[in-house]
């Protein structure tokens, strides 16, 4: 991790509302380098579906040298109808993003699910259960599990049969178990495990492992729960939750559940991360093609991913801080994209929320 200096970005707009919702996000990046004197450098390079168009590959191999290159990445969202009907390796989605998170080894995805207090009528959860805010973050392992595992067909007792794979080995479970109390220290010191020890012997082994790793932290309070349970409080009482750490299965699952309850998709950031401080950040929206280059897509989650990048790649806390405090003020203040407008609020564009945003800081 750097303290001082120059810090190298690279960053990959991608299609659709990426470019809007990085450009503010940048902007804010620089009010932050400005004010606490960090030299952030951006390297701009085409990844998705705009690389294919320039260079015929959704992942040119120049994209992914400056990636390996830089200190983090900061990404918006690739894919699109315009390039659905090309073969798999070819499409933004497994050519460019899973391509990155596996030559990237970014087994780590962290996606925090908060709803901010300004905004807890949008949430599906009565306010009497929110309170005054819920701040969950979910870290979901990314490259192993089923997802990973060997699959196929064979033939069966009663004919043709598939069959998918779920297996970790104490390696992988280790490191993912790391980098969520890790995450916990910096937080309220409380992750619960989600698993299905009851049934998988791998969630045996997970359960196993996560407990060993937690002698490490005797500060962080443990918890085990079985998936099942888990998807039902996240609900029914989802201040239960802090730090979620879980598989990659349930942590897609568990983690789409968990940021639904916000009720606000354009205001959730997430990190990819990789051992060490490297890591790639991105919103958890996807290219939104509808609203592209309309001045209507919320900056929110790309800035809250910068945020993101500036604390768990750079180290800096603080920083990361003033870009949180300064988008609840604009939130405080009354101040909506589209998507997140009530009435009685002020609707505003993407450019101004982001400039806002910036003032703020
Ligand atoms: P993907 O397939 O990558 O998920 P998508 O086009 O389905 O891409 P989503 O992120 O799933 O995009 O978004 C679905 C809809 O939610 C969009 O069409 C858009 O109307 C809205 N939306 C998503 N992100 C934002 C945002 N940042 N600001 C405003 N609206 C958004
Ligand atoms: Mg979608």
């Not at 900056?299 to 949180?324: C, D, N, R, Y």
Request: proline share 4%; net charge negative.
């Amino acid at each position: 991790m750097k303290k001082m200096g120059s810090y190298h970005i690279t960053v990959l707009k991608g299609d659709g509302i990426g470019p809007d919702v990085v450009t503010e996000a940048m902007g804010v990046l620089e009010c932050v380098g400005k004010k606490y004197g960090h030299d952030f450098v951006f390297n701009e390079k085409l990844a998705g579906g705009c690389a294919y168009d320039a260079y015929g590959e959704p992942l040119p191999e120049e994209t992914l040298e400056a990636c390996k290159n830089s200190d983090a990445i900061l990404l918006g969202a690739v894919g699109g109808p315009k390039w659905d009907h090309l073969p798999a390796n070819l499409r933004p989605e497994a050519g460019a993003l899973l391509k990155l998170r596996s030559s990237l080894g970014l087994y780590a995805n962290l996606r925090p699910a908060i709803i901010h207090k300004a905004l807890s009528d949008a949430s599906p959860i009565k306010p009497e259960i929110i309170g005054d805010s819920l701040d969950i973050l979910v870290v979901r392992e990314l490259t192993g599990g089923i997802y990973f595992g060997e699959r196929g067909y064979r033939e069966g007792k009663h004919g043709e049969e598939a069959y998918d794979v779920e297996a970790y080995s104490e390696f992988e479970i280790k490191r993912i178990a790391v980098q969520a109390f890790e995450a916990a220290m910096k937080r309220n010191k409380h992750v619960t495990s989600i698993d299905k020890a009851n049934v998988l012997e791998s969630s045996k082994l997970w359960r196993r492992t996560v407990t060993e790793v937690a002698k490490d932290y005797p500060e962080v309070e443990l918890d085990h729960m079985y998936v099942d349970n888990a998807a039902m409080q996240l609900v029914r009482n989802p201040k239960h939750f802090d730090v979620i750490v879980t598989s990659n299965i349930f942590g897609d699952i568990i983690s789409d559940e968990a940021s639904q309850i916000t009720g606000s998709i354009g205001m959730l950031p997430s990190a990819s991360l990789a051992d060490g401080a490297f890591g790639m950040y991105e919103p958890i929206h996807g290219s939104a093609p509808d609203i592209a280059g309309k001045d209507m897509a919320n900056p929110i989650a790309t800035i809250l991913s910068a945020a993101m990048l500036l604390k768990f790649s750079f180290g800096l806390v603080a920083e990361s801080q003033a870009i949180e405090d300064a988008v609840t003020k604009v939130l405080d203040a009354g101040y909506r994209t589209p998507d997140i407008y009530s009435e009685g609020t002020k609707k505003i564009g993407t450019k101004e929320m982001g400039k806002r945003i910036c003032d703020a800081i």
